[in-house]
């Protein structure tokens, strides 16, 4: 692993400190979402596309209302997405049975395999990650990524935690 010039250091609220976090998350970012792109791409889709097909395949039967509050995008932007997710067979739309007005979302077979490829490249990524680091950097990790939610969607996460499956 790369070391980094601190480790923990009572100054790490220092500018350059809060600057090399913020450079680290770009890069992390990046090499977090370059094997998904290129997978994305063979289908001609974007990160707006992943987002939506991650959603919908961890939460079945998520509303469209739900997806726009997760993702926090326009509805015009959404629906250009998920018509085409709908449109090309990768996600089904049906109206709730207790209101009409309401659509639940779910991937198809062949969502939930696209699904399956993304997020096991990203897996990938993290576990490695998260043994190189051991699992008091992983909590402590866990717990900076929270920080930086806003409260209403850290309620959110905090009450879904893993189940150890």
């Known amino acids: 692993m790369v070391q980094l010039k601190s480790r923990v250091s009572p100054l790490f609220l220092r500018e350059e400190e809060l600057r090399q976090a913020m450079e680290l998350l770009f890069y992390a970012y990046r ?30 039967g998520t509303t469209v209302g739900e997806l726009l509050r997760i993702l926090k995008i326009t509805k015009q932007s959404l629906s250009r997405v998920l018509g085409q997710l709908v449109r090309e067979g990768f996600v089904t739309q049906e109206s709730d049975p207790r209101d009409r007005r309401r659509r639940r979302l779910r991937l198809t077979e062949k969502g939930a395999e696209l699904e399956r490829l993304l997020t096991e490249s990203q897996c990938r990524l993290v576990a490695s990650a998260y043994r190189e680091a051991g699992a008091q950097a992983v909590e402590g990790f866990r717990t900076v990524l929270l920080g930086l939610i806003n409260e209403e969607d850290r309620g959110a996460i905090v009450d879904a935690e893993p189940t150890g499956n």
Do not use: Q
């Not at 094997?35 to 987002?51: Q, T, V």
């Open 31 to 60: 090499d977090f979402t370059a094997e998904p792109d290129s997978i994305l791409a063979k289908y001609g889709f974007g990160r707006a596309h992943h987002r939506v097909i991650y959603f919908v395949g961890r939460k079945p």
